[in-house]
């Protein structure tokens, strides 16, 4: 310990973060067993709180208040230790808790919304544990979901089915107050916060004087919640007085008179489109104003997890320019921690049943939108809802493959969660939670496979077509492996090469014969470099390419 203290000491005292006043004592804990964290192969995140707050609640709600994070980080795997010397990150943060149950007093484990800064304060942009540089971080401790996965299971899902979800790294967190007397905290996940970034919702930029032509019409985020803000921090649904949409961006405080009523416009003509007599109409329907197959995705991910929440709080959407595409996407995918089997109430945990459907909030201020039961309506919506789910669910969403993802966490995490668990007192392991988490979503897909509406057709589509729409390559982006997915109607030999942007070749398979049905194939390419390359498939008349991202 002596080693790391004086570490810290140096760089708070540095930073100015230290200083002449009296100091206070131990914080304060509700843990059944006092824990210090010496180890672990989590990186370790610490936070030095160096001077006088309340003991039992060390960080307010709000403002932010300034602190000292450092951060451990030997690698994926390897062992960090509490002696080493930052190597994430050393210097001040921003930091106070976000959430709403979440800061009840119940919730031992609180979460925080965080932001780097320089020397004088001011937002500074940084890489943390490897994502892309920002100054806007959360800190989501997982108290209420000991499975420890919720989330980062469904952001995993997300962008393997080609969505921006925001990354999210596992980590340990201990605090330090003025005495460097140390209070560990438990498993905490560090996430990117939802916002406008060319490496997050890249969507164009929008300011105060883009008010009239194009420049007004995009880029927006905006989400269905619940109505608990300020009165102009958003507006309610023309067509639904329980439905509240929020503005994220920009944000209440920045958006223009004429921002907010070219935003809530769309959104009418979008519902007022979908709730009229030709709303199937390509040209003067609702496809006028959505991307709909995004909203196909976001169903799916929304009714796999059957959230408590589902489609009417923290249901994100977003719009770019009418230059760049204008129509409204469904995404990013948030705050699943009260899905798949964690909560009791309302059938929720039931693995039968449509979560749009449910009427537990039919009466209350904030309850689902009338789309989605509207937009099953169309025939032709249901033909591409049903097609897009067999494609996943013989590649991104197979039962096999979600759980490789769901072994593949529990593997990481496993000797930190036994820490977690004694700290907060929680009788229970991550074997019988994961055990739990793949006995329901198995009869959940299940279930949704037999009920899914629609009908998928082929006719008139060529065998190379089938084809094409049944190949898929995820995670894309990926840092490490490839899996290739695709689907055969006969017994084909094929040639399948990994090419870089000057035509290189770095792999080739063997031309073997690949089987009629689903094949899968995965390729180690933790190796290469950072960018750009090109899976290529030849079957001896066609060839077929796939434009793979490999991000460092």
Avoid at 385 to 411: E, G, N, P, V, Y
Wanted: charged share 20%.
């Amino acid at each position: 310990m002596r080693n790391f203290t004086l570490v810290f000491i140096a760089l708070f005292f540095s930073l100015g973060l230290i200083k002449a006043q009296a100091p206070f004592g131990p914080l304060a804990s509700t843990q059944a067993v006092t824990l210090t964290l010496d180890s672990s192969k989590l990186p370790i995140v610490a936070l030095k709180l160096p001077f006088l707050l309340p003991a039992n609640d060390p960080i307010p709600d709000t403002p932010k208040v300034t602190v000292g994070m450092g951060i451990i980080n030997n690698g994926y795997n390897v062992m960090n230790h509490i002696t080493d010397v930052p190597n994430g990150y050393k210097g001040q943060i921003g930091i106070e808790k976000r959430g709403s149950i979440s800061q009840t007093s119940w919730f031992l484990q609180k979460s925080y919304g965080l932001e780097t800064r320089d020397i004088s304060g001011a937002d500074s942009d940084a890489v943390i544990l490897g994502m892309p540089i920002e100054h806007d971080w959360i800190l989501y401790g997982p108290y209420d979901d000991e499975s420890l996965m919720r989330n980062t299971l469904i952001y995993q899902l997300g962008r393997d089915m080609g969505y921006y979800t925001p990354r999210a790294k596992y980590c340990e967190v201990q605090f330090y107050n003025y005495l460097w007397q140390p209070d560990y905290r438990g498993i905490y996940i560090m996430m990117e916060k939802i916002k406008r970034d060319a490496n997050r919702v890249n969507i164009s930029k929008l300011t105060p004087i883009d008010n009239t032509g194009d420049d007004v019409t995009g880029g927006y985020i905006f989400a269905v919640d619940k109505n608990i803000w300020a009165n102009d921090s958003g507006w309610i649904s023309l067509k639904d007085a329980g439905v509240f949409f929020s503005y994220k961006y920009p944000k209440s405080d920045d958006i223009t008179i004429q921002q907010k009523n070219y935003l809530k416009a769309y959104v009418d003509s979008f519902e007022t489109a979908l709730q009229g007599p030709n709303f199937m109409s390509p040209t003067i329907g609702y496809k006028k104003y959505i991307d709909h197959n995004t909203f196909i995705d976001f169903f799916f991910m929304q009714e796999i997890s059957k959230s408590i929440d589902a489609f009417r709080r923290s249901a994100y959407l977003y719009k770019d320019k009418n230059s760049k595409g204008g129509k409204i996407k469904a995404g990013p995918l948030w705050d699943f921690n009260s899905a798949m089997y964690n909560v009791k109430l309302c059938a929720f945990e039931q693995d039968t049943g449509w979560a749009y459907k449910s009427t537990c909030w039919i009466n209350s201020a904030y309850h689902v939108p009338f789309w989605w039961g509207r937009l099953l309506q169309d025939s032709n919506y249901t033909k591409d809802l049903k097609c897009r789910w067999a494609q996943l669910r013989s590649t991104t969403l197979d039962t096999t493959h979600i759980f490789k993802i769901i072994d593949s966490i529990k593997t990481y995490v496993s000797d930190a969660s036994v820490r977690h668990f004694l700290r907060f007192d929680i009788n229970t392991n991550l074997q019988i939670q994961c055990d739990t988490l793949k006995w329901w979503l198995k009869k959940r897909l299940a279930w949704l496979d037999s009920k899914m509406p629609g009908l998928c057709t082929t006719i008139g589509l060529s065998e190379k077509e089938m084809f094409e729409n049944s190949l898929q390559a995820y995670p894309n982006p990926t840092s490490g492996q490839l899996t290739l997915d695709f689907y055969l109607h006969a017994d084909k030999k094929m040639q399948i090469e990994l090419k870089d942007v000057y035509g290189r070749v770095l792999r080739q398979e063997p031309k073997i014969f690949y089987s009629f049905g689903k094949n899968k194939i995965d390729f180690d390419v933790k190796n290469l470099p950072g960018g750009i390359y090109f899976l290529e498939m030849f079957d001896g008349e066609h060839q077929f390419t796939k434009k793979i991202v490999i991000q460092k």
